[in-house]
């Protein structure tokens, strides 16, 4: 049982189902408008391809500043028109034949909501509609507009709300009235290419009910033959869902719940599932129920493009065209498979969605945050702006794809912990890591075996890892990953790392090595795959007891006595670690003070029996106070001064006797 519980996450991988031919290439980047924390930064184009761009006016604007709108031609940089618009504008929308329609936000809480029209120039306003309560906004193929309105009936009676619908002159000529009563306010409103299908997200009102709540996210859709709204709901509870309408009337959501954790959802007309997919990221748990898991747009041929943050953590990847960092552009096909996941060179965050837009499916707009390794193909019409104090950088970037068959992809894209999935830390010998990238090895996965008397092999699938021209055992071969042991004769202080593939080597990557970089293996990213002392699996419905010895499994802590074929599983007697090493965690001795780490006793800390040598059990007792909010790391064995490596933290699930 001890065994069993961690092997398969050193053997796990993604199983991605792909579609061949579907290729994005890089055509430019630039810098984008300045980040402007608490407005509205949005793009849209049109059907020519021309870029339309809102934005803060200035860098020394704050709040709710005036909003500045801007058109470039297709090359992204040629500036059309530039027009300081005088109000914040809370939503644009562009029709495919440019015409632009914005919402300001009202002088007062007693004034109108408008909807306005730009001319051709972006200067004039064609026309202005009140519409009460005001505040989502879609257009059609023909440029006709969709919006929410809310509207009370009395002093005390409940708001309602419905959909209003504007013809090209901007006068209200449908209303799609009684949106069902469904928790929530409906906040977010997409439409099909012809106006006909019609969606309405429902988004929470307060973010305190939905943290007690835990509630489903609510949808309603209405159809070109359907009289009544169609209700449905989404896997689990999602803050801010990004949403649109294929052409088919096939719904497509793509939300972050409350613990950051993203999935994208196709839903057809009748309100059926079409396929539920778990999109990996590193979104922080959400504080507020404003705040938006990214972007989200379709192309013509029903296409979903999603972006993702990572972070300091790596994520498989499909036809990556930059080495693992820490946002990247998906492309999913309309039965979910994947078309092409790649990393977004200098992007640095998806938390905010400043926007992605597809228009047919040949130009691809993606507006995102640059970090300080961001360097631009072109100059565009934006300077780079300095680095905020709260928010680093405070500069946006501006990438443009689309199809092409010959983009230069990364074969190797980055080497993570098999354990923590951290990037950019060094590899430690004996270390279990995860290779991601493209063409590694066979579509279908290889899970190779040992046993005591045969180590696991150095080919497999038709692969081969080599670290220094020294062959790697293999733990998993598949096409993205790769889950491969350091030859313990890698003693650094680099490495490099190289993958052959049916007789094609890839790019070999180099990476720093130190001999002790622990990694503790989850379930979850942050729960530890732990046993409690009964030997069951530690989870939330089966918590330790307080001051019970709980075991979790590691890799990356070093050297072991007597040392051990490269490979091979650990049997007895049972080796030693060279680095002595607990569980603990790590505390401040004051505001401002030096980190410490205090470790736990140990029942047991050393090589894992039974699993590949390189990986690490310890059976620590858990300390009679701590909860299942007590976040822990794996560090040295003594009490001190905080300076010296330590693993990922993570959570224990922590409970009654």
């Known amino acids: 049982m001890r065994s069993r519980v961690v092997l398969f996450l050193l053997t796990s991988a993604a199983a991605w189902a792909t579609t061949p031919g579907f290729l994005l290439g890089i055509n430019y980047s630039e810098w984008g408008p300045y980040l402007a924390i608490g407005n509205t930064q949005q793009i849209a184009a049109d059907g020519s391809g021309a870029l339309y761009v809102l934005s803060q006016c200035t860098q020394s604007d704050t709040g709710y500043g005036p909003s500045c709108l801007a058109k470039y031609a297709a090359d992204g940089k040629t500036p059309v028109w530039q027009n300081k618009l005088g109000v914040y504008v809370v939503a644009m929308a562009v029709d495919t034949n440019g015409g632009v329609y914005l919402i300001p936000l009202p002088a007062s809480a007693n004034a109108p909501h408008l909807i306005e029209k730009l001319g051709a120039d972006g200067t004039a306003v064609l026309w202005s509609t009140a519409v009460p309560g005001a505040g989502a906004l879609a257009v059609d193929a023909t440029g006709r507009v969709f919006t929410i309105s809310a509207s009370s009936v009395g002093a005390s009676s409940p708001v309602e709300y419905s959909v209003i619908r504007l013809n090209t002159a901007g006068m209200i000529d449908v209303t799609f009235p009684n949106l069902p009563e469904v928790d929530g306010i409906p906040n977010y409103i997409a439409v099909d290419p012809t106006g006909s299908d019609i969606l309405v997200a429902y988004n929470y009102q307060t973010f305190l009910d939905a943290y007690e709540m835990n509630p489903i996210n609510n949808f309603v859709r209405i159809g070109p033959n359907n009289a009544t709204w169609l209700t449905f709901s989404t896997p689990q509870g999602a803050l801010a869902p990004a949403i649109a309408v294929a052409?088919?009337?096939?719904?497509?959501?793509?939300?972050?719940?409350?613990?950051?954790?993203?999935?994208?959802q196709r839903v057809d007309p009748t309100g059926a599932v079409v396929f539920t997919k778990a999109i990996p990221s590193q979104t922080e748990p959400a504080t507020s129920n404003e705040e938006a898991p990214a972007s989200l747009a379709l192309d013509d041929a029903g296409n979903a493009y999603i972006t993702?943050?990572?972070?300091?953590?790596?994520?498989?990847?499909?036809?990556?065209?930059?080495?693992?960092?820490?946002?990247?552009?998906?492309?999913?096909?309309?039965?979910?498979?994947?078309?092409?996941?790649?990393?977004?060179?200098?992007?640095?965050?998806?938390?905010?969605?400043?926007?992605?837009?597809?228009?047919?499916?040949?130009?691809?707009?993606?507006?995102?945050?640059?970090?300080?390794?961001?360097?631009?193909?072109?100059?565009?019409?934006?300077?780079?702006?300095?680095?905020?104090?709260?928010?680093?950088?405070?500069?946006?970037?501006?990438?443009?794809?689309?199809?092409?068959?010959?983009?230069?992809?990364?074969?190797?894209?980055?080497?993570?912990?098999?354990?923590?999935?951290?990037?950019?830390?060094?590899?430690?010998?004996?270390?279990?890591?995860?290779?991601?990238?493209?063409?590694?090895?066979?579509?279908?996965?290889?899970?190779?075996?040992?046993?005591?008397?045969?180590?696991?092999?150095?080919?497999?699938?038709?692969?081969?890892?080599?670290?220094?021209?020294?062959?790697?055992?293999?733990?998993?071969?598949?096409?993205?990953?790769?889950?491969?042991?350091?030859?313990?004769?890698?003693?650094?202080?680099?490495?490099?790392?190289?993958?052959?593939?049916?007789?094609?080597?890839?790019?070999?990557?180099?990476?720093?090595?130190?001999?002790?970089?622990?990694?503790?293996?989850?379930v979850d990213g942050l729960h530890a795959a732990a046993l409690n002392q009964d030997g069951t699996?530690?989870?939330?419905?089966?918590?330790?007891?307080?001051?019970?010895?709980?075991?979790?499994?590691?890799?990356?802590?070093?050297?072991?006595?007597?040392?051990?074929?490269?490979?091979?599983?650990?049997?007895?007697?049972?080796?030693?670690?060279?680095?002595?090493?607990?569980?603990?965690?790590?505390?401040?001795?004051?505001?401002?003070?030096?980190?410490?780490f205090a470790p736990y006793p140990n029942a047991y800390a050393g090589p894992a029996p039974l699993l590949i040598a390189g990986t690490a059990q310890f059976n620590f007792q858990v300390g009679g106070n701590e909860s299942s909010s007590t976040y822990f790391v794996l560090g040295a064995n003594t009490t001190s001064e905080f300076g010296v490596p330590t693993s990922n933290t993570f959570l224990i699930y922590i409970g009654g006797q």
């Open 308 to 522: 993702s943050y990572t972070g300091a953590y790596g994520t498989p990847v499909r036809k990556s065209l930059a080495f693992c960092g820490s946002a990247w552009l998906g492309v999913y096909a309309p039965d979910g498979s994947v078309l092409q996941i790649t990393y977004l060179p200098g992007a640095s965050s998806t938390l905010f969605a400043f926007g992605t837009v597809v228009i047919g499916g040949s130009h691809v707009f993606v507006l995102d945050v640059a970090d300080s390794t961001f360097t631009p193909t072109q100059t565009g019409p934006f300077p780079q702006y300095p680095y905020g104090p709260q928010y680093s950088p405070a500069s946006l970037a501006l990438y443009n794809l689309s199809p092409n068959p010959g983009a230069q992809t990364v074969p190797l894209a980055c080497a993570v912990s098999a354990a923590s999935f951290l990037m950019n830390v060094p590899v430690a010998p004996g270390e279990l890591l995860a290779l991601y990238g493209n063409s590694l090895g066979p579509a279908q996965g290889v899970q190779p075996t040992a046993t005591l008397e045969t180590p696991f092999p150095t080919q497999a699938g038709g692969t081969d890892v080599t670290f220094d021209g020294t062959p790697a055992p293999l733990v998993w071969v598949q096409d993205s990953q790769v889950n491969v042991a350091v030859p313990w004769s890698v003693t650094g202080p680099t490495t490099q790392i190289c993958v052959t593939y049916n007789n094609v080597r890839t790019n070999c990557l180099t990476e720093p090595v130190q001999e002790f970089a622990p990694g503790v293996f989850t």
């Open 247 to 264: 052409a088919n009337g096939d719904a497509v959501i793509y939300g972050t719940d409350l613990k950051g954790n993203r999935w994208l």
């Open 537 to 596: 699996v530690n989870s939330a419905s089966n918590p330790a007891p307080p001051g019970s010895i709980v075991s979790i499994w590691t890799t990356g802590t070093g050297p072991i006595s007597p040392e051990q074929p490269d490979g091979s599983l650990v049997g007895s007697p049972l080796p030693v670690n060279a680095y002595p090493a607990a569980v603990g965690h790590l505390y401040e001795a004051g505001i401002g003070g030096p980190a410490y």
